[in-house]
C-alpha cells in the first residue's frame, strides 16, 4: 500500500547518520514544516512537496495529519513487559521507609514476580502482555525491545521468550528479545553455600545453549550492581553470551557504584541502562565507545529517588544518551513514553530536541536498529507517529496527557489513527 502524510504543521525527521547521535548532534531533530511523508510498502520513499508527491503518485492513500506534528515511531529500547501481576504493595513499602534491596532481601522485588510468573500458563503470560504492549503503541512506540528475566530457570526463561516471540509476530509493533536470566540469583541458589557460582555456571552453559539453540533472543542482559551480579561474573556471563552470538547489553550501575558502565565499554556493548550512579570513569569510558547510554528516569522517580543519572555530564562528554521506559512491574510501571521525555527536560535538564533524539534514533541504536528505524528519511522503515500538538516541544509539555493520534510500523498501523481526538 501507497500512503501520503499530509497536513502536518510539522514533519519532525531526526534525518541524518544511521548511529547514535553524540554531544551537539542531538540538538538537532530535523523539523520540517510544508512538508508531506511518502510510504511504499513498508518504507518511506520520499519527503517532500505534498502536491508534487501526490502528482506523481495519484492512487496513494491520504493520511491527513489535520495540523499536527508527525514523528519517527518512538523506540522504547528497555521494557521488561513480559510479567504477571503488579507489585503494587510494594510502592507502599518504599513509601515506609523499605529500600530497594531490603524488599528483594524480603522475597519481594524480582523474586515476587519470579514466583508468579512461574505459575502462570504461557498462553495467560502472552494475553496479559499483548495487552500492555498495544498500549505502548497507543502512546506512540512502534518498537520495543522485551526482555526476560522473571523466570531465572531454563525453562521458564525459554517460556518468556516464547511469549515476546509470539508477540512479535502477532502485534504489529517491532519487538525486539532479549534474554535477562541473570536478572537476579534465584533465592534457592542464594540458599546455598556454592548456589551463586553454580547459578553463574547454569547461565554460561545449559541456559545460555537452550537460549541460542531456540534462536528467540537477539541480546544477553545482565544486572551488574552491588548484592546483585558482580563485574566479575558479568564478564563471564556476557563474555558467553558473546562468543555464542549474542549482542549483550548492560543494566549498570542503578542504585550503587559498581563499574558496570566501564565494563559496557570494554564489552563493546550495545548499550549500557540506568547509570544512576556511573562514576566519572564510567561516563568518560562510555564517551570513547560505542556503547549507548540508555538512561530511565521514571525508574528513579517511581522508586522515590533524588539521584537521577546524570544526562547532561553524559550528553557534554560526548556520550550517546538513549531514554526509555523500563516498563515493569516493580519500579516503572507506566506505558507513557511521553512521560519520559518529560521527565528528560525537567529532571535530566535535557532540551526538547535532545530528548526526542534520544527516544528515536539512539533507541535504535541501543537495540542495534539505527539503519532501520528512528529517523524519517528515505529509505528507512516506515515506523511514524502522529501527535496532536502545533510545534514538537508540546510533546513533553503536555505530561501524562496522550497527545498520540496514530502510530504505523513498517506501514502498519500500530494504533489506529484518530482524527477526531483532542
Not at 500512503?3 to 548532534?25: D, H, I, K, M, S
Not at 535535557?350 to 541504536?365: F, H, K, Q, R
Request: contains cysteine.
Amino acid at each position: 500500500m501507497t500512503l501520503l502524510f499530509v497536513n502536518a504543521r510539522q514533519v519532525v525527521t531526526c534525518a541524518g547518520p544511521a548511529r547514535a547521535r553524540r554531544g551537539r548532534e542531538m540538538a538537532d531533530a530535523g523539523v520540517l514544516t510544508d512538508a508531506a511523508v511518502l510510504v511504499e510498502g513498508e518504507r518511506i520513499a520520499a519527503i517532500g512537496d505534498a502536491r508534487a508527491l501526490a502528482k506523481v503518485h495519484p492512487r496513494a492513500t491520504e493520511i491527513d495529519c489535520s495540523g499536527c506534528v508527525l514523528t519517527p515511531g518512538l523506540v522504547d529500547s528497555h521494557t521488561h513487559a513480559v510479567f504477571g501481576r503488579p507489585r503494587y504493595d510494594e510502592h507502599e513499602l518504599r513509601a515506609a521507609g523499605l529500600s530497594y534491596m531490603e524488599i528483594a532481601r524480603r522475597g519481594g522485588g524480582i523474586h515476587a514476580s519470579v514466583r508468579d510468573l512461574r505459575a502462570r500458563a504461557e498462553a495467560e503470560l502472552y494475553d496479559l502482555s499483548a495487552t500492555r504492549v498495544r498500549r505502548l503503541a497507543a502512546f506512540g512506540t512502534t518498537t520495543v525491545e522485551i526482555k526476560s528475566g522473571y523466570g531465572l530457570s531454563s525453562d521458564d526463561e525459554l517460556k518468556s521468550l516464547r511469549v515476546i516471540g509470539r508477540l512479535a509476530a502477532d502485534l504489529p509493533l517491532r519487538v525486539v528479545p532479549t534474554w535477562l536470566g541473570a536478572h537476579e540469583i534465584p533465592l534457592d541458589y542464594r540458599e546455598r553455600d556454592a548456589g551463586r557460582a553454580e547459578y553463574v555456571e547454569l547461565l554460561k552453559g545449559e541456559m545460555l545453549r537452550k537460549v541460542t539453540d531456540s534462536g528467540l533472543a537477539r541480546f544477553a542482559d545482565i544486572f551488574c550492581e552491588p548484592g546483585v551480579f558482580t563485574v566479575a561474573e558479568s564478564r563471564a556471563v556476557l563474555g558467553a553470551a558473546k562468543s555464542a552470538g549474542l549482542g549483550v547489553k548492560l543494566h549498570a550501575d542503578e542504585l550503587e557504584y559498581s563499574g558496570g558502565a566501564e565494563l559496557a565499554a570494554e564489552l563493546g556493548a550495545a548499550s549500557a541502562d540506568h547509570l544512576g550512579a556511573i562514576s566519572g570513569a564510567g561516563i568518560a569510558a562510555l564517551a570513547k565507545s560505542g556503547t549507548v547510554a540508555t538512561l530511565l528516569p521514571g525508574t528513579m522517580l517511581f522508586l522515590g529517588r533524588s539521584k537521577q543519572a546524570p544526562a547532561r555530564a553524559l550528553i557534554d562528554a560526548g556520550a550517546a544518551v538513549a531514554l526509555a521506559t523500563d516498563f515493569n512491574p516493580g519500579s516503572s510501571p507506566t506505558v507513557n513514553f511521553p512521560l519520559v521525555l518529560t521527565l528528560g527536560i525537567s529532571l535530566l535538564r535535557m532540551s526538547a530536541a535532545e530528548v526526542l533524539i534520544a527516544a528515536t534514533v539512539n533507541g535504535a541504536a541501543a537495540i542495534g536498529l539505527a539503519a532501520e528505524t528512528g529517523q524519517l528519511a528515505e529509505g528507512f522503515a516506515a515506523d511514524l507517529a502522529l501527535f496532536e500538538g502545533e510545534d514538537f516541544r508540546e510533546l513533553p509539555y503536555w505530561y501524562g496527557d496522550r497527545r498520540c493520534r496514530g502510530s504505523w510500523s513498517r506501514g502498519e498501523t500500530c494504533h489506529p489513527y484518530e482524527p477526531g481526538l483532542g
